[in-house]
C-alpha cells in the first residue's frame, strides 16, 4: 500500500522554540485544532524535523497534533554540532519541558516517535521523568556508548575496546549522567507502553548489536511490544518506511545515476549531476509503507485505551 505525499500547503504549521542548555532549538506544530494526543517526533542523526514530513503528515491525517523539532545542531536549530548520542536525549527532554510549560497542549496525551538517533532518545524517555502515553521507537540504540563501540569496531576492529576507558570518561565528562544511560533500564523502570521496530538487515544500527531489539529479553516490562522487518529493500536502516512504489522508484534513479557514473567514468560534470537530481521525484522516494504506519497508529490508539 502506498500514500503519496499531499501538498504542504495542506499541511499548515506553527514555528515554536524552545532551549536546549543554551541552545535555542527551532520546532513545529501541525494539526493544531486537533485534540487527540501530540505526537512527538525525534528524527535520526544528519536529519532534521523536516526529514520525516511524511510521517509528520500521515499522523495530522490520523487526526493527531505533531511536534517536531531540529536537535541541537540539525538544520535551523543553534548549536555548531549535535556533539553525540547523548545529545538526542537532551534535546527530546527540553521539547517535552516545552509542552508540559504550554497550555494548549494540556490534557493532550504524549506519543513518542523517533527514528534511530531520534529512536535511542524516544526509547530512555522513562528517565525524563514526564508523563508518555506511548513509545515507538525505531531502528532505536540501546545506549550511547554501544553504538560507539560498535562504529568504531568497524574502523579499529578490536582495538577499539582497549580505548573503552577513554570513551566512557569523555561522553560522562560531556554529558554527565544521561550518557550511561540505557533503554533496557528506561523501560523497565515504567509501564510504559513501548513498541520496538527493527530491520533485520540493519547494517547501521545492527540487529543483533547495539539495538534496542537485540536487548529484548533483558526488558521485564509487560507493555512491550515488537515488530521485526524481513522484507528484502525494507529490512535496514533508512528504507523501513518505504511503500513498495516508493523501493522500486529508488531502485530504478539508482540504477540511472550508476548509467552517469560509469558514462562519465566516476566524474559526472556538475550540470549533469544537477539535471539528475532536479527531476527526481521526491514524494514519490519518500512514499510511506501505510501498512507499517498503520501498524504505529493502531499501538498509538491502544495506548489511548490504558
Known amino acids: 500500500m502506498t500514500s503519496l505525499m499531499k501538498p504542504l500547503t495542506n499541511y499548515p504549521r506553527e514555528s515554536v522554540s524552545f532551549f536546549s542548555g543554551k541552545n535555542r532549538l527551532q520546532g513545529y506544530v501541525y494539526g493544531t485544532d486537533q485534540n487527540r494526543g501530540i505526537v512527538v517526533v525525534a528524527h535520526g542523526l544528519g536529519g532534521g524535523a523536516d526529514s520525516y514530513l511524511a510521517q509528520i503528515m500521515y499522523f495530522v491525517d490520523k487526526g493527531w497534533r505533531v511536534l517536531s523539532y531540529d536537535a541541537t545542531g540539525s538544520y535551523e536549530s543553534e548549536g555548531k554540532t549535535t556533539k553525540g548520542f547523548p545529545q538526542a536525549l537532551s534535546d527530546l527532554n527540553a521539547a517535552l519541558t516545552y509542552i508540559n510549560g504550554e497550555p494548549e497542549f494540556e490534557d493532550l496525551p504524549i506519543m513518542l516517535f523517533g527514528h534511530s538517533w531520534g529512536g535511542y532518545a524516544v526509547a530512555n524517555a522513562p528517565h525524563l521523568g514526564h508523563e508518555i502515553a506511548g513509545i515507538v521507537s525505531v531502528s532505536g540504540v540501546n545506549s550511547s556508548m554501544e553504538i560507539v563501540l560498535e562504529q568504531g569496531r568497524r574502523i579499529m576492529g578490536g582495538f577499539i575496546y582497549t580505548q573503552y576507558p577513554y570513551l566512557w570518561l569523555y561522553q560522562r565528562l560531556l554529558f554527565g549522567k544521561i550518557a550511561s544511560l540505557t533503554a533496557v533500564d528506561a523501560i523497565n523502570q515504567s509501564h510504559i507502553p513501548v513498541l520496538i521496530i527493527h530491520g533485520r538487515g540493519d547494517d547501521m544500527v545492527f540487529y543483533d548489536g547495539c539495538s534496542v531489539i537485540a536487548h529484548i529479553k533483558e526488558i521485564t516490562n509487560p507493555n512491550i511490544k515488537t515488530l521485526v522487518l524481513d522484507e528484502p529493500g525494507r529490512n535496514g536502516h533508512n ?35 544537477q539535471a539528475y537530481y532536479a527531476k527526481i521525484d521526491r514524494n514519490l522516494a519518500q512514499d510511506l509503507n501505510l501498512e507499517l504506519m498503520d501498524e504505529i497508529h493502531s499501538f498509538f490508539l491502544a495506548c489511548l485505551k490504558r
Open 239 to 273: 528504507d523501513v518506511f518505504r511503500s513498495d512504489a516508493a523501493i522500486a522508484y529508488i531502485d530504478e534513479i539508482n540504477a540511472e545515476y550508476h548509467e552517469l557514473y560509469n558514462q562519465y567514468e566516476q566524474k559526472i560534470p556538475y550540470e549533469i549531476q
